[in-house]
């Protein structure tokens, strides 16, 4: 009875799934046949059709899992049929034992009867011709009791080989049953994922002011070959939470002259107590260890800026901002860019003949052109730069007349452009 019913099962499976197949399909297709217009199917549709399709697949997964279980048993020596077939084995075994028992005493009887002297007497006679039809009635009765056994031993061989059979084909069933609601899973999943990406991508995020972001440690002055530790808290200030937040930071260097460029020799990494080994930012300028924010909550980054000893004296900048996506779709960011701007120092050269004005244990610490760096959480300058109130659009703002007052500002405004734009090619529109 357990073999009929997970072939049943089976069975029932590899009909239903292509069922489920023409169900799901006009959900994600792209268009029906050219004689016939589709409309093209809605979110919540391709979301219906691959929780269907995950359920199709769910069932198949569990009847092939059964199905193999089956197997297992049916193949198995101590399987219910098998130990009956081979019991009747045994039984027909002793049977025709017994038959060659029986058909030996009626030769045997036989052998007497005529090896009988004709001297012998009636009753000697008589005992014989006895003997031989007792040995005949035993034969008879053990050739029926051989036939019988034969028909039982026979006949739960048949059952045990049906059930073999019938547990191979039903793993069969069960595997071509899972293929197809695999087919069918991962063609609704992909339907479902690019229709997503595609309403994200039509999505028009807004500006968050509440997502806030605070770079702290800038000093005023960083020497050339040093590393300054700073620190970013990027803070949920709104009433809802954020399923994902990305910070972003840039860091950007001209000499003196506000002409050449030393972004290169720049080096800005990020950690985080989720993932504490050191993170280059790279390109796209992410930091990717933040992850979900609640109403209120905040999250601490560890960042470290470090400058080439070859850099020349010049003036530098640090970028910072933060934008979200959540899981249905809405996203958006801080429209403004936090500018933090210092002075780089060239590196001082060491003096013929002195070699104890470095200290090869302070390597690698902040220092300034006086020669006394400011502590890690030091005075930093901070200048919001907003690129017309959106980083949707990259207009000049209120802020450029104070910037272009400073040396080096007028090239930091650009930076900002450039980021903004950067920021916005890779992350969240705003």
């Known amino acids: 009875m357990k073999i009929r019913r997970i072939l049943a099962t089976a069975v029932a499976v590899a009909v239903t799934t292509p069922a489920v197949l023409l169900s799901v399909t006009p959900a994600f297709a792209d268009a029906a046949p050219t004689a016939q217009t589709q409309a093209k199917p809605t979110l919540e ?25 089956l197997v297992e048993d049916a193949m198995s ?52 011709e006895t003997t031989l039809t007792g040995a005949e009635a035993t034969a008879a009765t053990a050739a029926a009791a051989k036939t019988a056994a034969d028909t039982k031993a026979e006949e739960a061989g048949d059952a045990a080989d049906d059930a073999r059979v019938a547990a191979l084909r039903a793993y069969s069933l069960t595997q071509q049953a899972l293929t197809d609601a695999l087919d069918v899973k991962t063609a609704a999943d992909e339907a479902l994922a690019k ?32 590393t300054t530790a700073l620190s970013l808290r990027v803070s949920n200030r709104t009433d809802k939470a954020m399923d994902d937040v990305l910070a972003h930071a840039f860091t950007h260097a001209t000499d003196t002259s506000g002409l050449r460029e030393t972004d290169k020799l720049l080096h800005l990494q990020w950690s985080t107590a ?22 209120g909550a905040h ?38 860019i936090d500018m933090y ?11 013929p003949g002195r070699t104890d004005d470095t200290d090869p244990g302070k390597t690698g610490t902040t220092g300034t052109s006086g020669g006394s ?14 690129t017309g109130g959106s980083l949707a659009s990259t207009g000049s703002s209120s802020t450029t007349p ?18 903004t734009a950067r920021r916005r090619r890779t992350g969240t529109q705003v």
Request: charged fraction near 20%; hydrophobic fraction near 40%; include cysteine.
């Open 373 to 386: 760096g400011p502590s890690a959480q030091g005075t930093a300058s901070s200048n919001p730069v907003t």
């Open 402 to 419: 104070q910037l272009a007052l400073a040396s080096g500002a007028a090239v930091a405004l650009g930076a900002a452009a450039m980021f």
């Open 274 to 295: 989720s993932s504490p080994k050191w993170h280059s930012i790279g390109g796209d300028h992410r930091i990717n260890g933040i992850g979900p924010l609640k109403a």
């Open 195 to 226: 229709a997503r990406e595609e309403a994200n991508e039509n999505q028009d995020c807004v500006a968050e002011p509440g997502l806030t972001t605070v770079l702290t440690g800038v000093p005023d002055s960083i020497t050339a070959g040093t």
């Open 77 to 128: 020596d101590t399987a219910p049929l098998t130990v009956a077939a081979d019991a009747a084995k045994k039984a027909a075994d002793d049977a025709a034992a017994a038959k060659a028992a029986a058909d030996q005493a009626v030769t045997d009887a036989k052998a007497a009867l005529d090896a009988l002297p004709e001297t012998a007497t009636e009753e000697e006679r008589t005992t014989a």
């Open 299 to 336: 999250a601490d980054i560890k960042l470290r800026l470090t400058i080439d000893a070859s850099a020349p004296a010049g003036n530098g900048a640090a970028f910072v901002s933060a934008d979200y996506t959540n899981e249905n779709g809405s996203c958006g960011g801080n429209p403004d």
């Open 45 to 69: 549709e391709l979301e219906k059709a691959a929780a269907e399709a995950q359920k199709a697949y769910d069932k198949a997964l569990a009847a092939k899992t059964a199905a193999y279980q």
């Open 341 to 351: 701007d210092f002075g780089v120092v060239k590196a001082a050269k060491p003096k």
